[in-house]
């Protein structure tokens, strides 16, 4: 017992003592049964709790913007593709819609040769416009077909409608077009179309010269007896090499006495559009065997 005194005069060990049974009656407290928390308890609960709502609040608060930023972000994204899609999709219209427009232009383009062909041994050429030349004095145009396409100078050149003009030189890749409206009976370098009429072939005349003012084409040297009449269509004699047999020059719109009296001239509206160039056509005529 002196023994047990005397160890317990030992204060630090006294402490570790009374600490331990206190531990182990605190653990008894709490682990037994009981209908609510101590004070200390709930103390400590209330301030667990403001505080981790303190921080999370804040925590959420940024979690959920950078999640409306990741959100916006996708919506932009997809806002984008929709913009390339409808940008595409208007290309692919447009793209559309000319294949059909020029599908629609080559059909009506093949008819017109296959009827032709019915008539007469020629082959056409498909001619794309690629610059005009508007000067009064040397009405031309360029096309796409040059040398290496067998394009050669002198061949005419019509439109679905009619006779356009006459391939007046050719480089290896282009070839420039002399139209009928630049003809001047005054121009030695300007060569008449020997003309008569589809309806009726007693009909000679000689297409020479364009009047810039009515827009329409002089055929003259016309006999007194010719039967020529408004509304004949002319067409090419085809007694030279440059102006094939029986293309479509265009409609009389009058026919009038001359200047001597001895010959009559035709007022001729042209069958062709000289505007708003769309497809041309080179003519082939078969080559005369040697």
């Not at 899609?85 to 692919?92: C, G, K, M, N």
């Not at 059909?100 to 040769?113: G, M, R, V």
């Not at 300007?190 to 003012?213: L, P």
């Amino acid at each position: 017992m002196l023994k047990l005194f005397k160890l317990l005069g030992n204060k630090r060990l006294f402490v570790i003592l009374i600490a331990l049974v206190m531990f182990i009656a605190l653990m008894g407290f709490t682990l037994g049964p009981r209908a609510s928390l101590s004070l200390p308890e709930k103390f400590l609960r209330d301030t667990v709790g403001f505080v981790q709502n303190i921080i999370y609040k804040p925590a959420g608060y940024i979690a959920g913007l950078f999640k409306d930023i990741g959100n916006m972000r996708e919506i932009y994204e997809e806002n984008q593709r929709l913009k390339i899609a409808l940008a595409q999709y208007t290309r692919e219209k447009a793209n559309y819609n000319f294949i059909e427009k020029q599908n629609k232009d080559l059909q009506e383009a093949l008819h017109f040769t296959e009827q032709q062909k019915n008539k007469f041994n020629y082959s056409y050429h498909i001619a794309q416009v690629i610059s005009v030349n508007a000067d009064v004095v040397n009405k031309t145009l360029v096309i796409d077909l040059g040398e290496r396409d067998g394009v050669k100078v002198g061949q005419s050149v019509i439109s679905i409608d009619g006779m356009i003009g006459v391939i007046s030189h050719v480089s290896n890749f282009t070839s420039t077009v002399k139209l009928i409206t630049a003809m001047d009976a005054k121009d030695p370098n300007s060569n008449g179309i020997a003309a008569t009429s589809m309806n009726n072939h007693q009909t000679f005349g000689i297409v020479e010269s364009y009047d810039e003012t009515t827009k329409t084409l002089l055929m003259t040297q016309i006999k007194q007896d010719d039967p020529i009449k408004k509304d004949d269509t002319i067409v090419s004699l085809g007694d030279t090499d440059k102006y094939p047999r029986g293309l479509i020059i265009g409609k009389v719109l009058s026919v009038q006495e001359s200047k001597f009296g001895k010959t009559k001239t035709a007022t001729i509206k042209p069958a062709a559009e000289f505007q708003d160039w769309k497809q041309l056509f080179v003519v082939f005529t078969p080559e005369a065997p040697k």
